[in-house]
């Protein structure tokens, strides 16, 4: 090459000298100028020479590839790897793999390596589950430090194969523990059985890291019962396959052990388990009726209400069942009654009335029943129930006369008491009284009469006969209902009402058609239930005028019958209607009244020596009135003379249909309208003076008109 001097341009250069080197490690450099012009020859060679030593790199070595194994299973996990060598060092180095079946092979799957001192290299391999069978294929390829590159494979360094299953179960619900994992082995004799007539659950896992869903379903194979459905369920972990289904063990059936095997997809056997069946108890179930036959809580103990006990068994008929049932009432001795159930073949009924024998006692009515089922197990149930013992009730009273609800009673009077009560319990005593001011009369009982309404909660009815007597005043009283029942529980309630006299009855006898200037006898009866003890007056009318009064005068009383009478001899200017009132007091003022028409016959005419006529007539009316007084007075010593005969006669077995009359004529007397011991002037003297103090004006001037015939 040639360079001007170095005085000129280009005196100095940078020159590039590619060099190849064949050996590796340390290798001398020598750069070397030798001038060969003569016409300008070198004059200092000291800086002609440059000597320098390189390195140079060799390709890393690949002196092993590895793998853990030399058969692998789909699924599996393996460690493969390559011892390197460099002469600088590897800075890394991958790891291919492929699987080759009959010369067609899987691409290249590369993973990363790491080492531990720079020399072995290796990596964690995971087949998958739906690799190909055949062999595996592992490539290398390893950098060095200078970046330098060596490739390498070894094939079929190992089998790949079927991957193997473990299969685990059966395992059955309600047998086995809920908490199974599916991976461990369960025992071929369990200590629990299972329950006829349930739905089961039976599952079983496999572990198989290739395992075919669908292809590899198992097979559960009963020796009695019914599998029905398999499903599949992911297990818990990689390559952990279950199946469940459900089972059932028909109801009625034998209670021996029965076998349960696992198969595989292909009918091989893999495990066989032994399960028991467990016999259940009877199932008892007990409720409280009332006498409508809806379900209650609490027992009143009326006679009316049931126990109702139904028994199933889960897994057997009841054909057969029997038992029985304790009853114990509260303040009484248990009993035990056998059970007569009507039965079908899901349950058996049995209906035990509740009656109690006496009385009880508040308190809680216990109620245990025991049955015997098919295979001699047993089946048991209690029920309590509070009783709380009430007051039997009057709900009514009502008291009638002729169906008639009255709320007022007078003496002598009849009426019927008609009770309604509820009560619970059976009545042993029901008594009813009148009363007041704290006497008290008993009341007879009576058949059931007509009176009031009756009321839908009443569980009992009586009737009373009810009668005021003498021994009560007028006022307000009360009829007493005492009612007791079998518990001994008492109840009172009252009726308050006002007692109240009755009026007298009076039953009038009299002529009704008179002739002119004869006498008018009145005859009076009188019944009274408060007794006699009455007054009666009479007034005589004619046109509204009043002709005659007779003042108040005392009815006597003939053994319970009141007998009153009075007599008007008529003026012989009278003739025609005339009307008689009378009035009769009792001592309670209570009125009776009585209105009657009479009719006096026409005065006849007078034709001949009517003078003498007149004279005569004057003389036998006085004669004759005479006599009529006589037989007035007398007619009243007669009338109690015949009562007090017809009322021994009665109760000598004998009796009388009427009034028996004395028709004699008794002597002449005095009017007996005058007091005795006065004479006519004396006691005209007297209507004539002052109106006595105990009289009323009315009274006094009807007395006086009715006397004019005196003057």
């Known amino acids: 090459m040639t360079m001007p001097s170095g005085a000129e341009n280009g005196s100095r250069q940078?020159?590039?000298?590619?060099?190849?080197?064949?050996?590796?490690?340390?290798?001398?450099?020598?750069?070397?100028?030798?001038?060969?012009?003569?016409?300008?020859?070198?004059?200092?060679?000291?800086?002609?020479?440059?000597?320098?030593?390189?390195?140079?790199?060799?390709?890393?070595?690949?002196?092993?590839?590895?793998?853990?194994?030399?058969?692998?299973?789909?699924?599996?996990?393996?460690?493969?790897?390559?011892?390197?060598?460099?002469?600088?060092?590897?800075?890394?180095?991958?790891?291919?793999?492929?699987?080759?079946?009959?010369?067609?092979?899987?691409?290249?799957?590369?993973?990363?390596?790491?080492?531990?001192?720079?020399?072995?290299?290796?990596?964690?391999?995971?087949?998958?589950?739906?690799?190909?069978?055949?062999?595996?294929?592992?490539?290398?390829?390893?950098?060095?430090?200078?970046?330098?590159?060596?490739?390498?494979?070894?094939?079929?360094?190992?089998?790949?194969?079927?991957?193997?299953?473990?299969?685990?179960?059966?395992?059955?619900?309600?047998?086995?523990?809920?908490?199974?994992?599916?991976?461990?082995?369960?025992?071929?004799?369990?200590?629990?059985?299972?329950?006829?007539?349930?739905?089961?659950?039976?599952?079983?896992?496999?572990?198989?890291?290739?395992?075919?869903?669908?292809?590899?379903?198992?097979?559960f194979l009963p020796s009695r019962g019914n599998v029905d459905g398999m499903t599949y369920t992911q297990g818990s972990g990689f390559g952990h396959h279950c199946y469940i289904s459900s089972f059932t063990m028909p109801n009625m059936g034998s209670l021996d052990p029965f076998f349960l095997e696992l198969r595989t997809n292909d009918g091989s056997f893999v495990s066989k388990r032994t399960i028991q069946i467990q016999d259940q108890n009877p199932v008892v179930n007990l409720t409280l009726h009332d006498s409508n036959g809806s379900t209650t809580n609490n027992i009143i103990a009326d006679g009316t209400e049931y126990l109702r006990i139904v028994v199933s068994d889960p897994d057997d008929d009841v054909e057969n069942v029997y038992g029985d049932v304790s009853i114990k009432w509260p303040g009484q001795t248990g009993y035990t009654v056998p059970i007569d159930f009507s039965t079908s073949n899901i349950s058996g009924v049995a209906l035990i009335p509740l009656i109690t024998d006496g009385a009880i006692d508040s308190g809680l009515l216990e109620i245990d029943v025991t049955v015997t089922g098919a295979h001699g197990l047993k089946g048991s149930s209690s029920l309590t129930s509070e009783i709380s013992l009430s007051l039997p009730e009057v709900l009514s009273i009502d008291l009638c006369r002729g169906g008639e609800i009255v709320d007022e009673l007078m003496f002598g009077q009849t009426a019927d008491a008609v009770v309604r009560i509820k009560s619970t319990r059976e009545l042993v005593q029901t008594t009813a009284t009148l009363e007041q001011f704290g006497w008290v009369v008993s009341a007879p009982q009576q058949g059931i009469v007509t009176c009031g309404i009756d009321n839908p909660l009443q569980t009992d009815?009586?009737?009373?006969?009810?009668?005021?007597?003498?021994?009560?005043?007028?006022?307000?009283?009360?009829?007493?209902?005492?009612?007791?029942?079998?518990?001994?529980?008492?109840?009172?309630?009252?009726?308050?009402?006002?007692?109240?006299?009755?009026?007298?009855?009076?039953?009038?006898?009299?002529?009704?058609?008179?002739?002119?200037?004869?006498?008018?006898?009145?005859?009076?009866?009188?019944?009274?239930?408060?007794?006699?003890?009455?007054?009666?007056?009479?007034?005589?009318?004619?046109?509204?005028?009043?002709?005659?009064?007779?003042?108040?005068?005392?009815?006597?009383?003939?053994?319970?019958?009141?007998?009153?009478?009075?007599?008007?001899?008529?003026?012989?200017?009278?003739?025609?209607?005339?009307?008689?009132?009378?009035?009769?007091?009792?001592?309670?003022?209570?009125?009776?009244?009585?209105?009657?028409?009479?009719?006096?016959?026409?005065?006849?005419?007078?034709?001949?020596?009517?003078?003498?006529?007149?004279?005569?007539?004057?003389?036998?009316?006085?004669?004759?009135?005479?006599?009529?007084?006589?037989?007035?007075?007398?007619?009243?010593?007669?009338?109690?003379?015949?009562?007090?005969?017809?009322?021994?006669?009665?109760?000598?077995?004998?009796?009388?249909?009427?009034?028996?009359?004395?028709?004699?004529?008794?002597?002449p007397t005095r009017d007996e309208r005058i007091p005795g011991g006065w004479t006519l002037q004396e006691f005209l003297n007297w209507l004539d003076g002052p109106m006595p103090d105990d009289w009323t004006e009315e009274q006094w001037v009807l007395y006086k008109a009715g006397m004019e015939d005196l003057r």
């Open 14 to 219: 940078i020159i590039s000298i590619e060099i190849n080197s064949s050996r590796a490690g340390w290798n001398n450099l020598a750069i070397r100028w030798d001038a060969s012009s003569p016409l300008h020859p070198e004059r200092n060679l000291q800086l002609n020479k440059f000597d320098t030593t390189i390195w140079v790199n060799s390709p890393p070595e690949v002196d092993d590839i590895y793998c853990d194994s030399n058969q692998y299973s789909r699924g599996d996990r393996f460690e493969c790897g390559v011892v390197t060598d460099d002469d600088s060092g590897v800075m890394s180095a991958q790891i291919g793999w492929r699987v080759t079946y009959e010369n067609v092979s899987s691409n290249w799957t590369w993973q990363n390596t790491g080492s531990q001192d720079g020399i072995t290299w290796w990596t964690t391999i995971e087949l998958p589950v739906d690799v190909e069978l055949g062999v595996l294929d592992i490539a290398v390829s390893v950098k060095d430090l200078s970046n330098l590159t060596t490739n390498a494979s070894q094939d079929g360094i190992a089998y790949i194969t079927n991957a193997p299953a473990f299969w685990y179960g059966i395992h059955v619900s309600t047998v086995d523990s809920a908490d199974w994992d599916g991976a461990t082995i369960l025992s071929s004799q369990p200590n629990t059985g299972i329950k006829r007539g349930h739905v089961l659950t039976l599952k079983a896992c496999v572990l198989d890291a290739d395992h075919e869903i669908v292809s590899g379903t198992p097979i």
């Open 461 to 667: 009815v009586y009737s009373f006969r009810i009668q005021l007597d003498s021994s009560f005043v007028p006022g307000e009283g009360s009829l007493g209902i005492r009612i007791v029942d079998i518990d001994e529980l008492t109840s009172l309630s009252y009726l308050y009402f006002e007692f109240m006299h009755s009026p007298p009855e009076i039953t009038v006898e009299h002529p009704q058609n008179v002739s002119h200037a004869s006498l008018i006898e009145v005859l009076l009866e009188m019944q009274d239930a408060d007794g006699i003890d009455a007054k009666c007056t009479a007034s005589y009318y004619q046109n509204g005028t009043i002709m005659y009064y007779v003042p108040n005068s005392t009815v006597m009383d003939l053994d319970g019958t009141g007998v009153w009478s009075t007599s008007w001899l008529l003026p012989t200017t009278i003739e025609g209607d005339i009307e008689l009132k009378i009035d009769c007091v009792d001592w309670s003022g209570n009125e009776v009244e009585y209105s009657g028409l009479i009719t006096v016959e026409t005065i006849p005419d007078c034709i001949d020596n009517c003078s003498n006529f007149e004279n005569e007539t004057v003389e036998a009316t006085q004669s004759y009135t005479y006599q009529i007084i006589g037989g007035a007075a007398g007619l009243i010593v007669v009338l109690f003379m015949t009562s007090m005969y017809a009322r021994s006669k009665s109760r000598s077995g004998r009796s009388d249909d009427s009034w028996q009359m004395d028709t004699s004529t008794p002597e």
